[in-house]
């Protein structure tokens, strides 16, 4: 009888668990996520300061990141509090908060500030509120609008730029800013004081950014088959470089990174999927599919690829990418199988090529940590 009874046990338990195979085809690749998640968690907790922050105390964004990859962690509960060295990182950010709603030190409010809000805001704790709600304020205050009030007529305007308008409006700033913008709304109260972006005038600058001159206004735009529908760095320059088309033209070259940042942004302003700009990215996102390189770019800036890929085509609902051939990539599968490849024994992920601060193990480990939670939360029933 017991030995009948451990048999039915077992068949159940078998039973049990090809039911949730057949009805979750990832299940087995949702709970490796889960473990290297974990594992980079607790490479990042080794690496907080005595105060609290991690890394460069000149710049929060790291912190941040950080925050971002601990409380979005499956195994932590934050309606249930926050773990202790957590909530000292997070008491550690809040104490940077400046006059003007901007959480940064040395300068790069927009980004600095952005990076924050996103992660007092994935915290989910009610006493964070204040202060998103400043910091929401200053990235308000710092969108473009030169000339006629309103208008767009500058180039740059309706985008962001690093901070204090003394330069020029980029892709990446505006990103950031919006995606923090757009996750934060939830935690606006009705008749609070909340001041929005000019989401039109966003809108305007994201095309702008993009090689699609059926809606975008700058004479710059081109539509060669290697770079139309993706975007570049801001209205005029692209950290891919140059090229000569056959028609004596030059193209500012798209590139992977900054054109899964622009369809992310895209998305986030309401831009409907069958609008052609956000058609055109993905046309162009599956051309130039790759995860050994970031498209135009090589190793530079290739964890940021991943990280910026990741919430795109979450957001965008995308759950097979279509490629130039036709044939249709399982991004979630292949971006994870890429990243548990890279993760080193302790936990750590960090990129030879070093441009933008990438190798760096504590920014690179919380990208690939945020990138790695996007997918487990993000992964359907079916495939």
């Known amino acids: 009888?017991?030995?009948?009874?451990?048999?039915?046990?077992?068949?159940?338990?078998?039973?049990?668990?090809?039911?949730?195979?057949?009805?979750?085809?990832?299940?087995?690749?949702?709970?490796?996520?889960?473990e290297a998640i974990a594992r980079g968690n607790a490479y990042l907790a080794k690496q907080q300061q005595e105060d609290g922050h991690w890394d460069n105390a000149e710049l929060p964004a790291f912190t941040a990141l950080a925050l971002t990859a601990a409380v979005r962690d499956p195994a932590v509960d934050t309606k249930k509090g926050l773990p202790p060295h957590i909530a000292k990182g997070f008491d550690w950010l809040l104490k940077q908060q400046k006059e003007d709603g901007g959480i940064y030190n040395k300068g790069l409010s927009v980004y600095n500030t952005a990076t924050s809000v996103t992660a007092l805001t994935a915290a989910d704790q009610k006493d964070f509120v204040p202060a998103i709600m400043k910091g929401r304020k200053h990235l308000v205050g710092e969108q473009w609008d030169t000339g006629d009030k309103g208008k767009a007529d500058g180039k740059y305007d309706g985008g962001i730029g690093y901070g204090s308008k003394n330069d020029r409006s980029d892709l990446s700033n505006s990103y950031l800013a919006i995606?923090?913008?757009?996750?934060?709304?939830?935690?606006?109260?009705?008749?609070?004081?909340?001041?929005?972006?000019?989401?039109?005038?966003?809108?305007?600058?994201?095309s702008r950014c993009q090689n699609l001159p059926g809606t975008n206004d700058q004479e710059w735009a081109s539509d060669d088959e290697k770079n139309k529908g993706g975007f570049i760095y801001n209205p005029g320059e692209t950290k891919a470089g140059e090229e000569k088309?056959?028609?004596?033209?030059t193209a500012l070259r798209s590139y992977g990174s900054i054109s899964y940042a622009g369809l992310l942004s895209l998305i986030y302003a309401k831009v409907g999927p069958d609008d052609p700009r956000v058609k055109a990215v993905k046309e162009w996102l599956g051309k130039n599919y790759t995860l050994e390189e970031n498209p135009g770019m090589g190793a530079a800036g290739l964890f940021y690829y991943y990280q910026t890929m990741s919430k795109a085509l979450s957001a965008a609902g995308v759950n097979k990418l279509t490629l130039a051939d036709g044939k249709e990539a399982d991004w979630r599968n292949d971006l994870a199988a890429s990243l548990l490849k890279k993760q080193k024994a302790d936990g750590s992920w960090a990129n030879t090529d070093g441009r933008w601060m990438e190798s760096n193990p504590t920014l690179v480990t919380a990208y690939c940590v945020m990138s790695l939670e996007q997918l487990y939360y993000s992964i359907p029933d079916q495939p």
Request: hydrophobic share 50%; net charge negative; charged share 20%.
């Open 1 to 34: 009888m017991k030995a009948a009874a451990i048999c039915l046990a077992v068949a159940s338990t078998m039973a049990l668990a090809q039911g949730q195979a057949t009805k979750n085809p990832y299940l087995s690749l949702q709970i490796e996520i889960k």
């Open 245 to 249: 088309l056959p028609d004596g033209r």
């Open 179 to 206: 995606e923090a913008m757009a996750l934060s709304q939830k935690v606006v109260e009705d008749g609070a004081d909340a001041p929005d972006l000019d989401w039109n005038a966003a809108i305007t600058f994201l």
